[in-house]
């Protein structure tokens, strides 16, 4: 058998693995690499052989390739159906000889190496494009005397002008016209922004004639035709502005205080010398009788008020608790005892005489009415005001009576209903009344804001007390006689000295308008009622609100404690009721209900044993104790 040269073998019939190795095919470069592969392992193998071996098996291996690409081409290939793979109709059976050779050839058992990832190419970066270069822009800025500079170069240039400088002579730049007058609007506007804000700084006098004398010193025309006060001012502050701006304002002000302080005390040693007004109304020389009468008589009801109290606290046989539950019994036991039309309008005020047998009303026709007790009789009728009635109270010691109207006075009439007495000098409407605890004076609040003390027998206006901020409604005196309570429509309740004419406590606490206030025979003790629906007990030991009582659903009118002891006190209200208080701790003992309308009014008889309230409804209901008629009848049999 003639030997073929291996040439022929491989084209003859290529061996299956040397086919795979080499295969071209379109699936990309891992085909290509495992070709190299087997080169450079069969390059190992045959390392001793000669160099033209190695380089025909390589042909071979071409051709062999290109073989069987194009046996591939020609022969068809058998129909594939989804479910079969598919069958290569070339016949995989190397021939003998080429076995040989592949035995020869190929190493035992090489495992061909894993190929490697192929490694991502850097991304290639393009060159950007060079920004468009812009000519400088020359602008000469300003100095500070204004003139223009050509030295400096305008921010925006680019580092290119600056690398390379003008040579020669400073370059000279022509400004337009329109940019010159710009520049000088700017600076007039700057130097107008600098001179407000010096004008701004500067004290100006608000008073228009202290305007108008600063303009004359300074030689300007205190007033142009048709300039106002504001504008005035201004054109001061201006002027005074552009002085201070060249420096001479300071000398021509200084001049012009020292001649205004010369001028001053000129002025004030003649007025020293002419006129002293004090710092306190001068009262005049009854306002004082009064007040040393009034300091007297305190002393006398003081020291009987303490010696009382220093009794019942050191007497064995004295249990205070029992007798203000006895007290406190019987005004729970209070029952409506008589209801009576009182006039054709709503009743304002209702008053007891000292003894009880009297009553008197005050309606808002202006007539006030006296009845006779307990059956409430009509006695008399006291016609004199022109103006609707505000309120009536009797004389603590005789069966005298004052009313207060709403035109302006107040009046004073005995049980006949003769008028005794007009007290006149309020500027506006009366509101409450109060005599004091010894008959001689009578105090009356109004609504121009002041309260005044009038005595009695002449009629003389004593004091006219301010302190309010707005509308005074309530008045009421103290046991002892040396204080008086006022309230007003300002949420405040203040304490006044009569001895010494000084208010001396403002219990502030009440969010609304006070509309009563009363002192408690105890002497410490002050019930405030105001719009707020509530009403305060002050301790005047403590200078402070000592209990706060939700008393009723509308505003308070009246409050008033008992006047014997003081174990309880009343209040009435716009809800239509009135309402019984404990004294020692403020629960509710009894709620008098049986009016139709609104209660502005109400009082208490010495004894305590009766109570008398009007209303809107136009009548007059008398609230007594049951039980205690029975035992006084037990003390009369």
């Known amino acids: 058998m003639s030997k073929l040269p291996l040439s022929a073998h491989l084209v003859e019939r290529p061996s299956p693995a040397i086919a795979a190795a080499t295969d071209f095919s379109p699936s990309g470069s891992a085909c290509n690499f495992e070709q190299l592969q087997l080169r450079l392992e069969v390059a190992a193998f045959f390392k001793e052989e000669s160099s033209v071996g190695v380089t025909e098996l390589i042909q071979s291996m071409d051709v062999d390739k290109e073989s069987s690409v194009s046996v591939s081409v020609a022969e068809p290939s058998v129909a594939v159906t989804d479910d ?60 500070q005397n204004g003139e223009m500079r050509a030295s400096d170069s305008d921010s925006d240039c680019d580092d290119s002008s600056r690398a390379h400088p003008v040579s020669g002579s400073a370059v000279e730049y022509e400004i337009s016209e329109e940019s010159r007058q710009f520049r000088e609007r700017q600076e007039k506007a700057k130097q107008e922004l600098l001179m407000k804000r010096r004008a701004s700084a500067l004290a100006v006098p608000t008073n228009d004639m202290a305007v108008r004398t600063r303009l004359r010193r300074l030689g ?79 002393i006398m009801r003081a020291a009987s008020r303490l010696s009382r109290a220093r009794r019942k606290r050191d007497d064995p046989d004295e249990d205070l608790d029992a007798e203000i539950d006895w007290v406190l019994k019987g005004a729970g036991s209070l029952v409506l005892d008589c209801s009576e039309i009182g006039d054709d309008r709503p009743l304002s005020g209702c008053s007891f005489s000292h003894d009880g047998k009297l009553l008197a009303t005050c309606a808002l026709s202006g007539v006030a009415k006296i009845w006779s007790m307990p059956q409430v009789n009509k006695v008399s009728a006291l016609k004199g005001h022109t103006e609707r009635a505000t309120d009536v109270a009797f004389s603590p010691v005789l069966n005298h009576l004052a009313t207060a109207s709403a035109d302006c006075t107040a009046r004073l009439w005995n049980a006949e209903g003769s008028l005794l007495k007009t007290f006149e000098g309020h500027l506006d409407r009366l509101a409450r009344i109060a005599f004091h605890p010894s008959g001689k004076y009578l105090a009356t609040a109004s609504f121009d804001k002041t309260w005044r003390l009038w005595d009695v027998e002449t009629g003389e206006e004593l004091l006219l007390q301010e302190g309010h901020s707005r509308s005074v409604y309530g008045i009421s005196f103290h046991q002892d006689g040396s204080l008086a309570a006022s309230c007003g429509l300002d949420a405040l309740a203040r304490v006044w000295d009569l001895r010494s004419g000084r208010s001396i406590l403002a219990l502030e606490g009440h969010v609304k308008p006070v509309l ?33 009582i939700p008393a ?59 109570i008398g309230t009007v209303s809107h409804d136009r009548t007059i209901k008398l609230w007594s104790a049951a039980e205690m008629d029975k035992d006084k009848a037990m003390d009369i049999d």
Not at 224 to 249: S, T, Y
Not at 273 to 292: C, H, I, M, N, W
Request: glycine share 4%; charged share 25%; aromatic share 6%.
């Open 84 to 143: 079969q793979a598919p069958v290569s109709t070339i016949d995989p059976t190397p021939s003998p000889a080429m076995q040989l050779i592949i035995r020869s050839l190929a190493p035992p058992s090489i495992v061909p190496p894993i190929a490697p990832l192929p490694s991502v190419p850097a991304p290639i970066l393009l060159p950007l494009a060079p920004l468009p270069v812009r000519p400088p822009v020359l602008r000469p800025p300003l100095s």
């Open 220 to 298: 300007e025309p205190i007033t142009l035709f048709g300039e106002r006060e504001m504008e005035r001012r201004d054109r001061l502050r201006m002027i005074m502005a552009k002085l201070d701006a060249e420096g001479q304002l300071e000398k021509l002000m200084k001049a012009h205080e020292e001649e205004e302080a010369v001028a001053s005390v000129a002025t004030e040693e003649v007025e020293e010398e002419t006129l002293q007004y004090p710092f306190y109304t001068e009262g005049s020389k009854s306002l004082l009788d009064a007040r040393v009468e009034i300091a007297k008589y305190s």
């Open 516 to 548: 009563g206030v009363s002192f408690s025979p105890n002497g410490y003790h002050l019930a405030t009622g105001a719009e707020d629906n509530a009403c305060r007990i002050w301790d005047l030991r403590k200078k402070k609100s000592l209990y706060v």
């Open 552 to 610: 009723h659903a509308n505003l308070i009118s009246q409050v008033k404690f008992e006047p014997q002891e003081g174990y309880f006190l009343v209040t009435a209200s716009y809800d239509m009721t009135a309402k019984v208080w404990s004294a020692r701790d403020f629960k509710p003992i009894k709620t008098l209900s049986g009016h139709e309308a609104k209660v502005t009014s109400l009082d208490i008889t010495e004894d305590g044993r009766c």
